[in-house]
C-alpha cells in the first residue's frame, strides 16, 4: 500500500452536528469558509439531504469567490435525484469557475425522506447502486467531452458532441458507501473511495453503528483492493468519523452510546468515532492511517476550529 499524506476536510451538516448550525447570510458563509481555509483544511463538504441547511452546488458556487485555495466537494450527491447529462454540466462549470477546485462525491443515494420529498420510489440497495454504475459511466464519458449515446435498463441520454464539448472538465470523483457493490464500482472508477458502513432501511441508525466496527472496515478496503486491481495504489482511501474533542471522554462516549444504541466500548473501539483530547485524536488517526490505508480525512460532529493544531501537526 502506498503511503500518503494526510489531508483533511469538513462535512458541514447540521445533521450531524445541530449545535453548530450554518450561517444563513452571505457574509456569514463566506466568513465561515474563509477560516476553514486559514486553518489549513483542504476541503470543505456539503451534503445532498432534503433537510440540508444549502442546496450543495449552489452553496459552493458562492464559497469559490470568497477563497482562493480551499477545494470544494460534496458528501456525496445522491445520484438519484439529478439527471446525469445536468449534474456532469454542473460539475464541470463548478470546476471552472474554481480553476479546477471542485471535487465531485457521488454515492447511490440513502435517505427515504430525500426520495419521498422528490416523490421518486426509494428502491432496493442493489437497484440504486446498479443505476448508479450507468450514472458513473455517463458523468466519465461526458467530463471526457465525449458525446454520449446511453439507451440503459434506468438511464437514457443523447448527447450530441458539440453539447459534450461543454461538459468536458477534470474533476475529482469520489464514489462513497459501505457494501460490497457500491465499494467495488468505486474501486473501478473513483478516484477517492469514501469509505462508510451500509444504511438500511433509509435511515442512519443503530444497525448502521454496530457495523462499524475494525474488522468489517478492513473488510471493506480489502472489497476495495480486491476490485481495483492494479489501481489500488492510485486511489485515495477517505473516512469520515464523526470527531469530538473532548477531556472528559468517558461522559461523551457514554452519551454518543446513548444516541446511537450502542455500547460505549463499542463507539471506543469503531473507526467511525474520534472523540477526546486533541492529543488521543491525533494518535488516532495516525494509527487509522497506518491500519487502514486512510489519507483523507472528513472530519464530522462540528468540532472543525477546535482541530486546527491537528491539522497543523499532521498535514
Known amino acids: 500500500m502506498v503511503s500518503r ?45 432534503a433537510d440540508s441547511a444549502y442546496a450543495p452546488l449552489l452553496a459552493l458556487t458562492a464559497a469559490i469567490g470568497a477563497t482562493t485555495r480551499l477545494r470544494l466537494g460534496t458528501l456525496v450527491i445522491a ?34 425522506p430525500d426520495y419521498a420529498a422528490a416523490g421518486l420510489t426509494f428502491d432496493k440497495p442493489a437497484v440504486r447502486i446498479e443505476r448508479l454504475a450507468e450514472y458513473v459511466s455517463i458523468l466519465r464519458t461526458l467530463w471526457a467531452g465525449e458525446p454520449v449515446h446511453h439507451q440503459g435498463r434506468f438511464l437514457c441520454a443523447e ?15 469520489l464514489i462513497g458507501g459501505g457494501g460490497k457493490r457500491v465499494l467495488s464500482l468505486a474501486a473501478q472508477h473513483a478516484d477517492t473511495v469514501g469509505v462508510n458502513v451500509p444504511i438500511r432501511g433509509g435511515a442512519f441508525g443503530a444497525d448502521a ?61 469503531s473507526p467511525l468515532f474520534i472523540i477526546g483530547s486533541l492529543d488521543h485524536v491525533s494518535e488516532e488517526l495516525q494509527r487509522m492511517q497506518e491500519d487502514y490505508g486512510f489519507s483523507y480525512i472528513i472530519f464530522t460532529g462540528g468540532s472543525e476550529t477546535t482541530l486546527a493544531p491537528v491539522i497543523h501537526q499532521l498535514s
Open 5 to 49: 499524506p494526510f489531508r483533511f476536510g469538513v462535512m458541514l451538516s447540521e445533521r450531524f452536528a445541530p449545535h453548530a448550525p450554518l450561517p444563513r447570510d452571505p457574509q456569514g458563509w463566506a466568513d465561515k469558509v474563509r477560516e476553514l481555509e486559514d486553518i489549513g483544511y483542504s476541503t470543505v463538504t456539503l451534503t445532498d439531504h
Open 79 to 112: 445520484a438519484d435525484l439529478r439527471h446525469p447529462f445536468m449534474l456532469a454540466k454542473e460539475a464541470a462549470t463548478l470546476a471552472l469557475l474554481s480553476e479546477h477546485r471542485f471535487e465531485l462525491g457521488i454515492g447511490a443515494g440513502w435517505d427515504a
Open 159 to 173: 448527447v450530441a458532441p458539440a453539447v459534450a464539448e461543454t461538459c468536458k472538465a477534470s474533476v475529482r470523483l
Open 209 to 269: 453503528v454496530a457495523a462499524a466496527t475494525r474488522d468489517a472496515t478492513r473488510e471493506r478496503i480489502d472489497w476495495v483492493r480486491a476490485a481495483a486491481g492494479p489501481r489500488f495504489d492510485q486511489i485515495e482511501l477517505s473516512i469520515a468519523p464523526l470527531t469530538m474533542v473532548t477531556d472528559d471522554r468517558s461522559t461523551a462516549l457514554e452519551a454518543v452510546a446513548r444516541r446511537f444504541g450502542q455500547p460505549p466500548e463499542h463507539i471506543a473501539a
